[in-house]
């Protein structure tokens, strides 16, 4: 197990059905679904994730991370990229309302950090990859976390940006946490380019900090590199990659973003 990593329990791969209370539009490819727990909750650790179905079974199962920490009602938040024959994300942005019910499964995935270790953290994030990522911050920023803590989100444009003000509320609040996001095509505010490039102005190096990353596979294979280039140990970088295309699902827990 590496440094600042939670011990991760073996996946249950329970099966619950929860509620639709809520489905929001975040970006013009992103939506927000708001799950409660109709019978019994799932118990999962920050940066996990489930699988997601339909529960008459006409939708292949399709992970998602959560993009919230674990919360007493058992609510879960899954942020839902829109993906060109994608049967799964066609079902939650065209079909889905406010009141069906679905499926979820898990708890799958090890992208995952120990609150309680006292090391600075850099996360880094790309479009929907802001899910695990999200709860991360917010289970450490709960859990009282003093050393800092810098999220970098890159989204292409103004537009994709999620949560700003959300973050903007968080850096009020808690003194050790910074929100940056760069721009990679549309105007705007600096900064602009690429998270790997942005990295070295971030501060002295990252020899001490847990890094964790994720996004598309181009995206957490650059950040990767690029943190380890300024110190990180390769121990301390935890990535999560994100698949855009659909793909078949085995049967074995897919990885988190898998098939959308």
């Not at 499926?103 to 790309?126: E, I, K, N, Q, T």
Request: charged residues 20%; aromatic residues 6%.
């Amino acid at each position: 197990m590496a440094d600042g990593a939670a011990v991760v329990p073996e996946p249950l791969g329970f099966e619950e059905p929860y509620g639709v209370i809520a489905l929001e539009p975040r970006t013009p490819t992103i939506a927000e679904l708001l799950l409660r727990p109709l019978d019994g909750s799932l118990a999962y650790l920050p940066g996990q994730y489930v699988l997601l179905e339909d529960r008459d079974g006409a939708v292949a199962p399709r992970s998602y991370s959560i993009a919230n920490a674990p919360r007493p009602g058992g609510e879960l938040s899954l942020l839902v990229t829109r993906v060109p024959g994608g049967q799964a994300s066609a079902w939650v942005h065209e079909r889905l309302r406010v009141g069906d019910e679905v499926s979820v499964s898990g708890p799958y995935g090890s992208f995952v950090d120990d609150p309680a270790s006292a090391a600075p953290r850099l996360m880094l994030a790309a479009g929907s990859g802001l899910a695990p990522i999200r709860a991360l911050v917010e289970a450490a920023l709960r859990a009282g976390a003093r050393s800092s803590l810098t999220l970098v989100f890159s989204a292409r444009t103004e537009a994709d940006v999620i949560d700003r003000e959300r973050f903007a509320s968080l850096e009020q609040q808690h003194p050790s946490f910074r929100f940056i996001r760069t721009l990679t095509r549309g105007p705007g505010p600096p900064p602009h380019g690429r998270v790997p490039a942005l990295l070295p102005a971030l501060g002295d190096g990252l020899a001490d900090h847990q890094v964790f990353a994720a996004g598309a596979p181009g995206f957490v294979t650059a950040c990767a590199a690029a943190a380890e280039a300024l110190g990180a140990r390769r121990a301390a970088v935890h990535t999560e990659v994100f698949f855009a295309e659909p793909q078949p699902w085995s049967g074995a827990a897919p990885r988190a973003g898998e098939a959308r």
